[in-house]
């Protein structure tokens, strides 16, 4: 088990966070051999985890349909925490803000994870922006919380899922009026056309979700909801995002000496990662990222991709005109 940065609590009582760190490994033991056994959740999903993303929902539906096997491990996981309010029950947390969860099996490009909407996030209104990842999801509905459902719908023709997709010819994001959430319900999603947004409730939301997201070309997008608008684009290769965030804290770090690492990723398949790697290292180190700006712009496969790079490239200081000296390499202000 992964220790995390609270676990000197409590400070004073070594015996007692030994017996704390064993009973939580102990659990989590139990629960990799319930998951990997033949008839487990993880044998299952890793059955289907090279199959297509309609083809591994329907082989784990039945794991939406019965659910006192999420029961039994909660109560586990509550037991832990009344054994020890120090406990760290063996349950990854993911997302944040108005939506987090607890991941509880992942194979591959397959997920399944505990969703939770608080009671207070229904006063917020609406999701300012609707996400559509390429992929399949189904949510079962365990908790309502009194809230409203709304479903976002974005066109994708057969181009832009096998790569030629332009923000410019994005389709726009229709909404659906809001009916009420109903406790039991599953809901089918084509995530790449299709994402929902929760409103008002008077209690919490939960929802058991499994989604499958396979690498594709075809982007994430994220829509303004009240306008229907395209309002930003990003990498849906998980792998591609994980390096991006890796950019930007080296480009925070201002490591200079990552640079062949940003230039290495603006030469990415994502057409987004490398966008995002060039931006990166653009804000590093602009004379470093110059060579590799002219040659995206010249050549990059991507039409806005070379665009954006020529509009970036104009925003150089030009050199001097002899060629003595250093050249200037300076963004214009």
Not at 122 to 135: I, M, Q, R, T, V
Not at 190 to 203: C, M
Not at 205 to 230: C, H
Request: proline share 8%; hydrophobic share 50%.
């Amino acid at each position: 088990m992964t220790r995390s940065r609270h676990d000197h609590f409590p400070v004073a009582d070594r015996p007692r966070r030994d017996r704390m760190h064993a009973a939580a490994a102990a659990l989590a033991a139990r629960w990799k051999a319930e998951d990997e056994a033949p008839a487990g959740l993880l044998a299952a999903m890793r059955a289907v985890r090279d199959t297509s993303p309609e083809a591994a929902i329907a082989a784990l539906a039945p794991w939406l349909g019965d659910t006192r096997w999420l029961g039994a491990r909660l109560d586990q996981a509550l037991d832990l925490l009344a054994a020890d309010a120090f406990a760290r029950p063996p349950l990854r947390p993911v997302g944040g803000g108005a939506l987090g969860g607890l991941l509880l099996a992942e194979a591959g490009p397959i997920r399944v994870t505990l969703l939770i909407r608080p009671f207070e996030a229904g006063e917020a209104g609406d999701a300012p922006l609707a996400l559509f990842a390429p992929g399949r999801t189904r949510l079962r509905i365990l908790a309502a919380g009194g809230a409203a459902v709304h479903f976002h719908h974005v066109g994708v023709s057969a181009a832009e899922e096998a790569g030629a997709f332009t923000a410019a010819a994005a389709s726009p994001c229709i909404t659906t009026p809001p009916h009420p959430l109903v406790m039991g319900e599953i809901l089918a999603l084509d995530t790449a056309r299709e994402a929902i947004s929760l409103t008002g409730g008077n209690g919490d939301v939960l929802m058991l979700e499994i989604a499958v997201q396979p690498p594709s070309p075809l982007p994430v997008r994220a829509y303004d909801v009240a306008g229907g608008r395209l309002a930003h684009v990003s990498a849906s290769r998980r792998d591609s995002s994980f390096r991006g965030m890796a950019l930007a804290l080296l480009r925070t770090l201002g490591r200079t000496d990552a640079a062949p690492l940003f230039a290495a990723e603006t030469q990415a398949a994502d057409f987004a990662a490398r966008w995002t790697a060039m931006r990166e290292l653009v804000a590093l180190d602009p004379a470093a990222a110059r060579p590799h700006l002219a040659r995206m712009a010249a050549s990059d496969p991507h039409p806005e991709i070379r665009r954006a790079a020529a509009a970036t490239l104009a925003l150089y200081i030009p050199p001097p005109a002899s060629g003595r000296g250093s050249e200037t390499c300076e963004l214009a202000r």
